[in-house]
């Protein structure tokens, strides 16, 4: 793994237990699923990504889930629209995401029966393509 991606899942893991707060985007104010996927990123490779998951799955390159790899962007139709919600790969099968109001950020299977329903696609950001 290189050092770069290591840092990303690091950054990724230091927001686990963070309050979930709609708009945020620090470990101050608490975390929307695209603010949490900003920060890491921001944090990691110093890339500025958008606050808005629909946006964020038009950034760089398409990965099936058999290719997926540690810290690649996962979408989800959670809001009855596509791509309304997003979470960071950590290998192993588990994902991390800011979920809703009231809750923490945490950790969830991506092949859960409730997440691979609504799984939109997959994303692969690397800072040398932005």
């Known amino acids: 793994m290189s050092e770069r991606r290591a840092e990303a899942l690091l950054q990724t893991l230091l927001t686990l237990g963070l309050d979930y707060r709609w708009g945020g985007n620090s470990p101050e104010t608490g ?10 990123f921001r944090e990691a490779y110093g890339i500025e990504l958008p606050h808005n998951a629909r946006a964020q799955s ?3 390159v398409r990965v099936s889930l058999s290719e997926l790899r540690a810290g690649d962007l996962v979408f ?9 919600h997003v979470g ?10 800011a979920p809703k109001a009231g809750s923490q950020v945490r950790m969830a299977p991506i ?3 409730y997440w691979m329903r609504r799984f939109d696609g ?3 950001i690397r800072p040398t393509q932005l």
């Open 31 to 40: 975390f929307d699923c695209s603010g949490l996927v900003a920060h890491v």
């Open 58 to 60: 038009e950034m760089g």
């Open 76 to 84: 989800y139709n959670t809001l009855n629209r596509p791509f309304s």
């Open 88 to 97: 960071i790969y950590l290998g192993d099968g588990r994902f991390v995401y």
């Open 111 to 113: 092949l859960g029966p």
């Open 122 to 124: 997959a994303r692969r």
